[in-house]
């Protein structure tokens, strides 16, 4: 899955190539999907389950007060990404990283302090998402990453990857505790699940904008079982690493990649036609 094509082509006018809008499109502002792309995703998963079990643990402001610091430094941090014209891949990989975590506290705050019930959760975070998809669909005729040139694109766009990470981390909770396999199980079981969807679009033409999403929503538990695995005591059928030492062997991965991919520019979308206005 490292491409994706449009169901339906941005519409343009006859013999001119240009957006019926007359206004500036901006660049493509998300990440080809590359390996380096599937790598920093789960790696941004990792790091989102951890770190947000290490601030729930250590900052000492509770469950709802983490929720709100790391929400307000992603509302900073996607006021960035919305001004910027093209895709900056800092910018962009710390708001996958930041709505991780976010994802994550909105899941665990609807178990852990209103009682919600995982397969309620999911199947809500489920609802959420679909109608996300919908109506992104009927306004802009297309869901593929390929064509966030638009802001109206770039918020559903962002809609959607915040309920996929919630929705991962409900659904992986849940079938963690309803098959109670273990971590490292577990991390296997949405290991080979993502390779099932690879294997339908490349050998059954399931179609490549849904292979992605699917794949995108999978990735969120697959991560989080491979933190906990890392992360939680040995007692727990863990490798017993601590969240501070595997929320910074995976920020330091993830730095790394990140800083390579803006040297060569490797995932870069190459620009679109500009479309200055009509006056």
């Known amino acids: 899955m490292t491409s994706e094509t449009s169901p339906i082509p941005a519409p343009t006018v006859p013999g001119s190539g240009a957006a019926p809008s007359g206004r500036r499109l901006l660049g493509n502002k998300v990440p080809e999907v590359t390996l380096y792309f599937w790598i920093i995703k789960v790696l941004c998963t990792t790091v989102g389950e951890t770190a947000a079990d290490l601030l729930n643990a250590r900052a000492g402001l509770g469950l709802t007060g983490v929720s709100a610091l790391m929400s307000a430094l992603l509302a900073v941090v996607l006021v960035v990404q919305f001004r910027s014209r093209t895709y900056r891949a800092g910018v962009y990989w710390l708001a996958v990283a930041l709505i991780s975590v976010v994802g994550t506290l909105i899941s665990d705050n609807l178990t852990d302090n209103l009682g919600v019930p995982l397969a309620a959760s999911t199947s809500v975070f489920a609802l959420v998402l679909a109608i996300v998809f919908a109506v992104w669909y009927r306004r802009e005729r297309t869901l593929s990453i390929h064509h966030i040139d638009t802001t109206g694109r770039e918020s559903f766009y962002w809609l959607a990857v915040l309920f996929t990470f919630a929705l991962g981390t409900a659904a992986g909770d849940l079938v963690s505790?309803?098959?109670?396999?273990?971590?490292?199980?577990?991390?296997?079981?949405?290991?080979?699940?993502?390779?099932?969807?690879?294997?339908?679009?490349?050998?059954?033409?399931?179609?490549?904008?849904?292979?992605?999403?699917?794949?995108?929503?999978?990735?969120?538990?697959?991560?989080?079982?491979?933190?906990?695995?890392?992360?939680?005591?040995?007692g727990d059928g863990g490798l017993g690493l601590g969240t501070v030492v595997t929320s910074a062997l995976f920020l330091a991965v993830i730095l790394a990649l990140v800083g390579y991919l803006t040297v060569t520019r490797k995932d870069v979308t190459p620009p679109q036609e500009v479309v200055?206005?009509?006056?």
């Open 276 to 279: 200055r206005d009509a006056g």
């Open 177 to 234: 505790e309803r098959l109670a396999l273990g971590y490292w199980l577990s991390a296997v079981l949405f290991g080979l699940a993502i390779a099932a969807v690879a294997l339908a679009h490349f050998t059954l033409g399931l179609d490549a904008v849904w292979s992605f999403w699917i794949a995108y929503v999978l990735t969120r538990p697959l991560g989080a079982s491979l933190g906990d695995y890392l992360s939680q005591p040995t």
